[in-house]
Each structure stands twice: as structure tokens, then as C-alpha cells.
């Protein structure tokens, strides 16, 4: 068994392994979201505080999680990008960054509509909260900067050191909480409070936080595909590549 | 959890807007999201491919 990994770290090589895993990743996505809304919308029963409006936790904290985990992995990328100047680590930064914006906007806006019927508000500053708008304000601060800079490999050791800065925002908002008396409460749908409800509650959640994973895998694979094939287009490869298919 | 009709289901116990809401907006989101980068990736090729 000697595989050798550092093959897979040039763009030429990854580009059609990208390809044939992105259809895998979106199935797996499908499975884990039919599996996890059947669960969310006719096993787990109505709670008994908030009613049916409890429902919106499958994809608000599927998203709320995803959003602070394609962040830490996308500072990661662009570190290992700025570090060892690898091309595709910061192509991977670059891909994540657009579906961490969204599942940021996902977990924001269906916090708003949980928070209205709930606290009575659609939006309040909290810590929580705010801090999740700021990972928003990052991710979109990544990607104008990556845009307004015509030299790709500057465009990524710019966009790499507002992605290392930026990643201080995560562990903040993750201990929000904790940290501060916030609105934002943990404890409005307990996991402790029956346990056989509990654990179907819980089961749709983690199920719809593997179909959101599986997706953003996915999407990321064929959007860095699109960077490769932007970056590399005049590389002799792409051309060779394009001989073979005309 | 059996719902009884289609109507309950779609009723949300009152909450229809803020529970559709959300899934509707994710589910836009996320169909924006594959058809504006299945339409770079068609772009990029034929561009490739001229």
C-alpha cells in the first residue's frame, strides 16, 4: 500500500478525480436530505413549547454548523496555500468560500424566521447573532478581495491572510453562548428533556448536517474544477485535454 | 408523527410561513447555487473549446 498522496496536490490530477467523486458526493446528499426530512417532517413529533415551528432546527443548525466548518477548512486551504505556495490548496480556499457564504446567509435567514414567532424579533444583536453576520461579512470580504486582485497567486495570499485572521470569529461564535447572556439559547429544544423524542430530534439533525456536508463537498469539487480549468487554461495539459475531446 | 391531512401538514400548526419560509429559501438557495455553476462550468468549456 503505498499511495502517493502528493499526486492528488497537482491541479492536472485532481481535476478529473474531482470529477468523478462530485456525482457521488450529491447522491449521498440527496440520500442523507430525503432520510433526515422524513424524520424531520413525519417521525419526530411536535414540541411541546414551540409547536411545529421547531422544524426549521434541521436546516438551521445543519447550516449554522456548516457555515463555521467550511470556514475553519477554507483558512486551512489558504494556509497551506500561503505556507507551501501548493496552487491547489488556494483554488480550495477560493471554491469554499461561495457555499460558506451561503450556508451562512441559510443559517441567518432561517434564524430570523425561528426568532420572529419565538422571541417576538427577527433579528436582535446579540452575541450569537452578530457574530454569525460577521462570518457573513468574512466570506464576502474573501471574495471581493480575491476579485479585486488580477494576479491569482497575489489574489491568494490576500484572500489567505483575511482567511487566517478571520478564523479567530469561529471559536467565538461557537462559545457565544456560553460567553455571554444571549437570546440565543441553547436549551429551547433540550436534548435531555424525553429521551425518546429527544434522540428522533437528534437523529434528523445530524442527518440533514451529513446531507449539507455531503452537499457542500460536492459543490465545491465542481466549482474548483471551474478554477483549475480558469487558471490552467493555458497550461499544456488543459490543451491537451481539449485536443482529446474536440 | 401522522399529520391526518395534507392541509394540517401544510398548515404547520400556524407556523406555515416561517417553516416554509426557511425550507423555501434553502431549497432556492441550494438550486441557484448547482445552475449558476453548472452555467460557468458549460461557459468555461465552450470557451475551452473555441
Not at chain 1, 17 to 27: C, D, E, N, R
Not at chain 1, 131 to 150: H, K, N, R
Request: charged share 10%; with cysteine; proline share 3%.
Amino acid at each position: 500500500m503505498n499511495i502517493n498522496w502528493f499526486k492528488y496536490s497537482s491541479p492536472q490530477t485532481f481535476y478529473p478525480l474531482a470529477g468523478k467523486l462530485a456525482p457521488w458526493f450529491f447522491a449521498a446528499a440527496a440520500l442523507f436530505a430525503v432520510w433526515g426530512l422524513y424524520i424531520g417532517f413525519f417521525a419526530a413529533p411536535t414540541d411541546a413549547q414551540q409547536g411545529e415551528a421547531y422544524r426549521i432546527i434541521f436546516i438551521h443548525v445543519a447550516a449554522a454548523w456548516m457555515s463555521m466548518f467550511i470556514y475553519v477548512v477554507m483558512a486551512f486551504w489558504a494556509g497551506i496555500g500561503l505556507a507551501f505556495n501548493t496552487r491547489l490548496s488556494s483554488m480550495m480556499a477560493s471554491a469554499l468560500a461561495p457555499t460558506g457564504a451561503l450556508m451562512t446567509f441559510i443559517a441567518l435567514w432561517t434564524g430570523s424566521l425561528w426568532g420572529k414567532p419565538m422571541w417576538g424579533a427577527w433579528w436582535v444583536w446579540d452575541a450569537r447573532l452578530t457574530s454569525e453576520l460577521i462570518l457573513l461579512f468574512l466570506y464576502i470580504g474573501f471574495m471581493a478581495l480575491q476579485a479585486s486582485i488580477d494576479d491569482p497567486r497575489r489574489a491568494d495570499k490576500a484572500g489567505a491572510v483575511i482567511a487566517l485572521v478571520g478564523v479567530v470569529n469561529v471559536p467565538i461564535i461557537y462559545f457565544s453562548v456560553k460567553w455571554w447572556n444571549t437570546l440565543h439559547q441553547g436549551a429551547s429544544v433540550s436534548l435531555t428533556r424525553s429521551p425518546s423524542m429527544a434522540s428522533i430530534m437528534l437523529s434528523g439533525m445530524l442527518l440533514m448536517a451529513l446531507a449539507f456536508w455531503m452537499y457542500s463537498i460536492a459543490i465545491t469539487l465542481i466549482r474548483v474544477r471551474c478554477i483549475i480549468l480558469e487558471r490552467e487554461r493555458n497550461s499544456d495539459w488543459v490543451k491537451h485535454m481539449r485536443r482529446l475531446a474536440s | 408523527m401522522s399529520w391526518g391531512s395534507v392541509s394540517a401538514f401544510l398548515a404547520m400548526g400556524g407556523y406555515a410561513g416561517f417553516v416554509w419560509g426557511s425550507y423555501g429559501v434553502t431549497v432556492l438557495c441550494i438550486a441557484a447555487e448547482v445552475m449558476l455553476l453548472m452555467a460557468r462550468e458549460r461557459r468555461l468549456k465552450r470557451a475551452l473549446r473555441a
